[in-house]
């Protein structure tokens, strides 16, 4: 195990989203993110005029919460959906966008899927590394 100093934090954050290009998908299959999953284990949106959102890492930013902890946050990833058949999105997944490999996926914090059914409706998914160091004393 690593111990990184709390001088060096903010500098390892940035050093991990400094070369991330990704790419946010939406998934469809009632699944429950794993340690074990790949990107064959997420069935993607199709229709509605869905195409997922690639990141880079000029959209990512360094923050620190109310109580000095610190993370980064990327841009949010945005869709405005066309017309379709209704379809239950239940979270996200990202994808390295040179090798296509999974890096990570959650599922949507909201009790049921959201049902896309309606020309014009919007959802946006943000992305946010929270940093396991504790925060600086001062």
């Known amino acids: 195990m690593i111990t990184v100093s709390s001088a060096a934090d903010d500098k390892l954050l940035k050093a991990i989203v400094g070369s991330l290009w990704i790419r946010i998908h939406l998934f469809i299959n009632d699944r429950r993110p794993s340690y ?8 993607e949106l199709d229709g509605h005029g869905y195409m997922p959102v690639t990141l880079t890492p000029q959209d990512w930013r360094l923050a620190r919460d109310k109580k000095e902890r610190l993370y980064t946050e990327a841009r949010a990833a945005a869709w405005e959906f066309g017309p379709g058949n209704p379809q239950r999105v239940y979270g996200y997944f990202v994808t390295d966008q040179s090798s296509g490999d999974l890096l990570w996926a959650e599922r949507l914090v909201t009790r049921e899927p959201i ?4 020309q014009g409706e919007r959802l946006r998914v943000i992305c946010r590394i929270n940093s396991p160091l504790r925060p600086r004393k001062g």
């Open 36 to 43: 074990w999953d790949t990107v064959h284990d997420y069935v």
């Open 115 to 118: 049902v896309l059914q309606n």
